[in-house]
């Protein structure tokens, strides 16, 4: 008997996101069923559910996604699975909330390879992140400092929550990542005035840079921007552009559309991972920035 190949979905809301059905059932998963509203202490049921009504040799046939759009709790909601795995029994489990995973393991992978042709790497490079608390923020934050970037989220509103931001990820991640008040201008360009890479991941259709506070940016590099809607989160940056010098600037741009298509090609490439491999995998974010930075390599 051949087995089925099985994909439980959870979400900590009232639905789980059609992307992500979608990109699932395209991926080749023979079976996709959704389960909404879980709370963190429901997941070592469900999976523990999943791995007992099935042999250990088919662990690799079933698989765990966890959405919703709040990545601390997806990366809780990680743990909670992977302890309750029972050897031999196991599953595949991935993450991606509200595809911030890999939507900013894309942003970083596409940044990292402007970089690279100037000649330099993230290492040590600062990088100003605006939209700071949202999931693909915290994605992108992590993953520069793992690289060794010098991130700074910005507040819009002032630096106690990117504070409270930055201090959960030094503690879970152990990095270095400051806060800054970027709640008006001033304060904006004394973030700006070193900064070599600027990320935006503010809410769609809001624009957090405009050309003059890009021009209290000298030394900037590159600038990326993950908002599709009009107008642009960073003015000057097409969602198009992968690459394009920003006018009057020696820096370049990377837009919405380029950082989508990797991060689409990353989330599905990751599910046919799951698919073809003979062991149970675990994937977050570190998993679908390596990806990425294959893609664009």
């Not at 970027?182 to 259709?205: H, K, N, Y």
């Not at 006018?247 to 990797?262: P, S, T």
């Not at 990806?291 to 664009?296: M, S």
Request: with cysteine; hydrophobic share 50%.
């Amino acid at each position: 008997m051949s087995q089925k190949t099985i994909l439980h979905m959870l979400t900590p809301h009232k639905h789980v996101s059609p992307f992500d059905v979608n990109m699932a059932a395209d991926a080749g998963f023979d079976v996709i069923v959704p389960y909404d509203a879980v709370t963190l202490g429901e997941v070592s049921d469900l999976v523990q559910d999943a791995i007992f009504s099935r042999p250990p040799k088919w662990g690799a046939s079933t698989g765990i996604f966890i959405g919703g759009n709040d990545a601390v709790l997806a990366l809780d909601m990680v743990d909670a699975a992977r302890k309750a795995l029972v050897p031999p029994f196991g599953v595949h489990i991935f993450a991606d909330p509200s595809g911030s995973f890999t939507t900013g393991a894309a942003m970083v992978a596409l940044v990292e390879r402007q970089l690279r042709a100037t000649g330099r790497t993230l290492q040590d490079t600062p990088i100003a992140i605006f939209g700071a608390t949202g999931v693909v923020a915290y994605c992108a934050a992590v993953i520069a400092a793992l690289e060794g970037a010098r991130v700074t989220l910005v507040g819009h509103d002032g630096p106690e929550r990117v504070g409270r931001r930055s201090a959960e990820m030094q503690a879970r991640f152990d990095v270095s990542v400051e806060a800054a008040d970027g709640a008006t201008p001033a304060g904006t360009a004394r973030v700006l005035a070193d900064t070599q890479v600027v990320l935006s991941a503010a809410r769609a259709g809001l624009r957090v840079l405009t050309r003059e506070a890009l021009a209290t940016a000298p030394s900037l590099l590159v600038a990326a921007d993950v908002n599709a809607v009009p107008p642009s989160g960073i003015e000057g940056v097409d969602a198009g552009a992968d690459g394009v010098p920003i006018d009057g600037m020696k820096a370049v741009g990377v837009g919405a559309l380029a950082i989508g298509n990797v991060k689409y090609r990353t989330q599905a490439g990751l599910f046919r991972r799951m698919l073809s491999s003979d062991t149970p995998l675990v994937l977050d974010f570190r998993d679908a920035f390596a990806f990425a930075r294959g893609l664009v390599a």
